[in-house]
């Protein structure tokens, strides 16, 4: 029975064991399917390195090398990921096995649970699209009228506008666009001098349209539109006054691009045909040169970002690969930084620096199958920002298990379990749903579980509301009504710290990859599956209002070192240091130990 706060080790361990596997399991299955991407474009670089040393004359020594940094680089994130995906399975393995019991009702707490619809930077597109009126399916011409007019046309059945054949035509209903052919949907992107695309169109078109097209070869689609329909190939012949509006159109939508995904540039085949599209707009519109100069001043600068933000990762990492040769702790997190809110805060700092580098496509691009013999490495989905996301949550939550047992003293234990449950609390207050959901796996993982007299001593209260918020049971039917609250309140937000909402990362994932795996690309006829895409779009949208937010806290930078560099223990080194805090009692924790110690050579 709990007393006064303290739980009964034996039932808790079994309600703590479910709570793991099921989001540890969320953790597993976003794992692999990275692992996965990163086994592809393994293949398909040693397959290019191979084709370069057995041809003489490709013997290019730049490409070569090119090459081998690329497989050196992917290598180490596979290893990375393989590593934490077999430590990840091996606990969940452990658990699976115990008898589990139900969560006793708990205490709201923090955030008021009123859903609300939010609006997001697209507009319509996080609303039902569904006006009131009979159902009415039209098939409609691409660049006859922006989306926002077939909204309100909806009603009226498009009645001023011409019907065309289907095989060449976009297909609405109810002023929702369902369908069309590649071709119409890439010319429905294609502004004209007395039409523009929607934003919305713009945005969910751009996200999806890769899983059938690369956006390289998409712009050069775009680009050969252009000159077709407005007979640009000569410019001599060019009339300016004809043209109207276009030339302003153009560079508007090839801006809204940079600035949607920015990422698609860095392939300097996108560079080439934005250079040229440009450079020919600019001698026929010689007053958007400035227009254009900010365009690309713009991109270059988030693509500089970019760089350096990947840069400083692979700076961590290496840091914190050299840390490992010494894993003796010389201080604990608690001396760091004594106040959980402080901690809380400067985990809100890299949340929301690792949330911001994450591309929208990433979502997309992560679980896209390319045939391995057809594709070149150029041409690879990227997605490294959200992999090292991913890669954050799991040593977040090695982190908090490793900071627990490497106390031989219980008091100590105990000061830390506690720490932690009012660090939890803290980033719950904050809206940073992410580093509450690795401190709750963290406290979880077995090693930490099975120290019972340990868990006898502590003050589980909080920690129990905390994770009844958090019940991964019913799908996170409960995380997702908090995460409903908090959008709630992020929309009527004053202060900047109540904008904040970061959800649970690969849960998100999660959800995308089985909304893209649920759906069909294409319909039967071949065309287009638009209603997937607005739903895709949908989705992400929320995910671009909330790495907008700008971290109001103070950095406190040698909390954030300790965080991101300092040594974390493995699975094995994890279980090791739990029998040296209280020894094994029953055969199997025995044997284990017995193992464990062999392997360490002790």
Not at 98 to 120: D, E
Not at 260 to 276: A, C, G, N, Q, T
Not at 434 to 442: P, Q
Not at 572 to 584: G, V
């Amino acid at each position: 029975m709990a007393v006064s706060g303290r739980r009964d080790s034996a039932g808790v361990k079994n309600k703590n064991d479910r709570s793991a596997d099921l989001i540890f399991g969320v953790q597993l299955e976003v794992t692999s399917k990275l692992l996965d991407a990163e086994q592809r474009k393994l293949r398909v670089l040693q397959r290019e390195l191979g084709q370069q040393l057995s041809v003489p004359g490709l013997r290019r020594q730049k490409e070569i090398d090119r090459l081998q940094v690329n497989i050196s680089r992917i290598q180490v994130q596979f290893d990375q990921l393989s590593n934490e995906y077999q430590q990840a399975a091996l606990g969940v393995l452990k658990r699976s096995n115990r008898t589990r019991k139900s969560s006793r009702s708990q205490p709201a707490i923090g955030l008021k649970q009123t859903p609300k619809t939010r609006p997001t930077i697209f507009g319509t597109l996080a609303k039902d699209k569904h006006p009131a009126g009979d159902p009415r399916r039209q098939s409609v011409g691409p660049q006859m009228t922006a989306l926002c007019h077939m909204f309100q046309r909806a009603g009226d059945g498009y009645g001023t506008l011409p019907v065309v054949d289907e095989n060449d035509a976009l297909i609405f209903q109810d002023g929702n666009l369902l369908a069309g052919s590649v071709e119409a949907l890439i010319q429905h992107l294609v502004p004209t001098p007395h039409y523009y695309p929607d934003r919305t169109y713009i945005f969910a078109f751009l996200l999806s349209s890769r899983l059938f097209i690369r956006p390289h070869n998409l712009l050069r689609e775009v680009c050969q539109v252009c000159v077709f329909q407005q007979n640009l190939a000569d410019e001599h012949k060019v009339n300016k006054d004809a043209l109207g509006k276009f030339g302003p159109n153009i560079i508007q939508l090839l801006s809204e691009w940079t600035e949607m995904f920015p990422y698609d540039f860095r392939d300097e085949r996108m560079m080439k045909h934005l250079k040229e599209i440009t450079q020919k707009v600019v001698r026929i519109y010689p007053d958007l040169r400035k227009e254009v100069g900010m365009v690309m001043h713009d991109l270059i600068t988030r693509l500089s970002g970019l760089q350096k933000y990947e840069e400083l990762l692979s700076k961590i990492n290496s840091e914190a690969a050299q840390r490992l040769t010494n894993i003796v702790p010389t201080t604990d997190i608690v001396q760091v930084c004594p106040t959980p809110l402080d901690l809380a805060q400067q985990l809100t700092h890299i949340e929301l620096e690792r949330l911001t580098h994450v591309g929208p496509e990433e979502f997309v691009q992560a679980f896209a199958k390319e045939n391995e013999m057809e594709t070149n490495y150029s041409d690879m989905k990227k997605t490294s920002n959200l992999e090292a996301y991913v890669q954050w949550f799991n040593r977040l939550s090695y982190l908090v298990a490793t900071e627990i047992c490497m106390h031989l003293k219980k008091k100590h234990r105990v000061k830390t379990i506690e720490y932690f449950s009012h660090v939890a609390k803290e980033c719950f207050n904050l809206g940073n749903f992410n580093s509450l959901m690795a401190i709750i796996a963290g406290m979880n993982m077995s090693p930490v579980t099975r120290l019972k007299k340990t868990w006898a001593k502590v003050n589980t209260q909080t920690f129990d509301i905390l994770e009844h918020q958090m019940d991964p049971s019913n799908n996170f039917n409960s995380y997702r009504s908090t995460l409903k609250a908090a959008l709630w309140r992020s929309e009527g937000a004053v202060e900047d710290r109540e904008r904040i909402v970061i959800p649970f990362f690969s849960l998100l994932v999660k959800d995308l990859y089985f909304l893209n795996e649920g759906c069909a690309n294409r319909l039967p006829n071949g065309h287009i599956n638009f209603e997937k895409f607005w739903q895709l779009a949908k989705q992400i949208t929320e995910f671009i209002t909330w790495k907008q937010v700008e971290c109001p806290f103070e950095r406190q930078n040698h909390v954030l070192n300790y965080l991101l560099v300092n040594p974390v223990f493995t699975e094995n080194s994890l279980a090791l240091a739990s029998f040296e805090c209280e020894q094994p009692e029953n055969s199997f924790e025995k044997e284990r130990h017995k193992y464990l110690k062999s392997e360490a050579g002790l």
